[in-house]
C-alpha cells in the first residue's frame, strides 16, 4: 500500500463526462489498496469567466472578494467528483482550502502556502475515505479565502504531498508527460521518461506549460517524485496501475537519472521586449537605482547585459521584460531618470527567449558553442545571451523562434533519442 496525491487539471475536469473519467483513475488506486487524496482544479473556462465578471463589476475590485468568487469553480468540482465516486462505491468526501487547512500569506490573489498540517488528511486515509481537495486555494491570516495564482491547483497538490509525506504526486493533464521541446513546432519531440527537479524548474520559468513554477519549487525542496500523466488515456489501460513506473514523465533527485543526457530539452518563451538604457553613469548602485524601481512596480526583469565605455565613466545597460509590461517599465523608469542618469531609452518588442537545458552541461564543455554556431549557419541574429550551470538562454527574433527551437532540438540529437 502507498499514499498518493492526485491532481487533475482544468480540461481533465470540463465536464461531467470527464469528470466520471477522473473518478475512474481515482477508482483504480484505491481498488490497488492505496490512501488517495485528490486535488482539482475548477472545470476548463470557468476560472476565467469568474475573473470576469469580477472585472465587469469593478476593474478596481477588492482583492479579498475576487478570491472569494474564483475560489467557487475549484469547490464545484471538487462536490461533483466527490458525488461521482459516492456513486461508484468509493467513500469520498470533499473538502475546501480552508478545511484542511492550507494556511497562506495574505497576499490574495497571488498568495503562498505558509503550512499544511497533513494530520488531518492522514486521519481521513485511517477511515478509508478519498479526500478530494479543491485546489488553487487556502486560509490567509485575516481568516479569508485566499487563491495562489494562476495554476496554483498544481503548488496544492504538491504541498499537500509534502505535508501528507506522499509517496508520489501524479499530476494528471492533457498531455501525456514532459517533451523535449513543444510537439506543436517539433513533431519529432520526445517524451521523457524522465527528468529532474531542476532541469523541470527551468523548463517550467522558460516558457514549458506542463506545471507551474512554484509547483516544482516545492517539489524540489521537498523531494516528492512527481509524475505528469494524461487523464485521457483510458484509466484501465495496460500500465496505467504501474506503481513504479506508470506511463508519463516521472520528475525527480538527478540522482535518480543514470544515464545523464547533455542536453534535455529546448524550452521557449514568445512576447519578450528588449529594454535598452544608453551612456548611464557607471558609479556603485546604477544597477540597484534602474532594477529597484521595476521590481517595486512587479515587473520581471530576465535577460542583462552591461556595457562599460573604455574610460569607465558610461555604461549602457540592457535587459528584457514581457512584451505587456514594456509601457509600464518604460514609465517607471523614466520617473527615475534623474536618480539613474541616462540618455536615451530604446525599446524592441517581438523577441523570443530560446533556452537550452540539461544538468549534463555541468561536466561538458562546447555546448554553447555548438547552439551559437548552429544558429549562425540559419542566419539567426542573437541579440543577447544568458547562461547557469544547465541552462544557456538566447534572445533572438520573435520571427526566427520555431526554426531555432527545431534546429537546437536536432543539433543536440533529441530528435534521435
Not at 104 to 120: E, L, M, V, W, Y
Not at 295 to 314: K, P
Request: charged share 25%; net charge negative.
Amino acid at each position: 500500500m502507498a499514499r498518493i496525491v492526485m491532481k487533475f487539471g482544468g480540461t481533465s475536469v470540463a465536464d461531467l463526462d470527464r469528470i466520471r473519467n477522473v473518478a475512474r483513475h481515482v477508482k483504480r488506486e484505491v481498488d490497488a489498496g492505496h490512501e488517495v487524496a485528490v486535488v482539482v482544479s475548477a472545470m476548463a473556462g470557468k476560472t476565467n469567466e469568474l475573473v470576469g465578471w469580477c472585472r465587469e463589476a469593478s476593474p478596481m475590485h477588492d482583492a479579498r472578494e475576487y478570491d472569494a468568487i474564483v475560489a467557487s469553480g475549484e469547490q464545484v468540482t471538487a462536490g461533483l467528483l466527490a458525488i461521482t465516486l459516492q456513486s461508484m462505491g468509493v467513500h469520498a468526501r470533499s473538502w475546501q482550502g480552508w478545511q484542511i487547512p492550507i494556511l497562506t500569506d495574505n497576499a490574495h490573489g497571488a498568495a503562498r502556502i505558509q503550512d499544511i498540517d497533513g494530520s488531518f488528511l492522514v486521519k481521513r486515509f485511517g477511515e478509508g475515505q478519498v479526500a478530494v481537495v479543491a485546489g488553487f486555494q487556502g486560509l490567509a491570516p485575516d481568516n479569508r479565502i485566499a487563491t495562489l495564482g494562476r495554476g496554483g491547483s498544481d503548488t496544492s497538490a504538491v504541498a499537500i504531498a509534502a505535508a501528507v509525506k506522499a509517496d508520489r504526486c501524479d499530476i494528471y493533464t492533457d498531455v501525456d508527460g514532459v517533451y523535449t521541446t513543444d510537439p506543436r513546432i517539433e513533431p519529432k519531440a520526445k517524451r521523457l521518461a524522465r527528468i529532474s527537479f531542476e532541469e523541470m524548474l527551468e523548463m517550467a520559468s522558460l516558457g514549458a506549460k506542463v506545471l507551474q513554477v512554484r509547483s516544482v519549487e516545492l517539489a524540489m525542496v521537498h523531494k516528492v517524485r512527481t509524475f505528469v500523466r494524461s487523464s485521457f488515456e483510458d484509466p484501465d489501460a495496460p500500465g496505467m496501475g504501474d506503481f513504479d513506473n506508470p506511463p508519463g514523465t516521472l520528475i525527480c533527485d538527478e540522482d535518480e537519472i543514470v544515464e545523464q543526457q547533455v542536453v534535455t530539452g529546448i524550452a521557449y518563451a514568445k512576447d519578450e521586449a528588449q529594454i535598452s538604457l544608453r551612456r548611464v553613469a557607471d558609479r556603485p548602485g546604477v544597477a540597484g537605482g534602474i532594477f529597484g524601481p521595476l521590481a517595486e512596480a512587479n515587473i520581471n526583469v530576465d535577460m542583462i547585459v552591461q556595457n562599460i565605455s573604455e574610460d569607465g565613466s558610461r555604461t549602457d545597460m540592457t535587459f528584457t521584460v514581457p512584451s505587456a509590461d514594456v509601457g509600464k517599465a518604460i514609465a517607471v523608469l523614466d520617473e527615475n531618470r534623474e536618480t539613474i542618469g541616462f540618455d536615451v531609452i530604446q525599446h524592441d518588442d517581438g523577441m523570443a527567449k530560446v533556452s537550452v537545458i540539461g544538468i549534463g552541461m555541468r561536466s561538458h564543455a562546447g555546448v554553447a558553442a555548438i547552439a551559437f554556431k548552429a544558429l549562425a549557419e540559419r542566419s539567426i541574429n542573437i541579440r543577447a545571451i544568458t547562461t547557469s550551470e544547465i541552462k544557456i538562454s538566447i534572445l533572438i527574433d520573435a520571427a526566427y523562434t520555431e526554426l531555432a527551437v527545431r534546429t537546437l532540438h536536432s543539433v543536440y540529437g533529441l530528435d534521435k533519442q
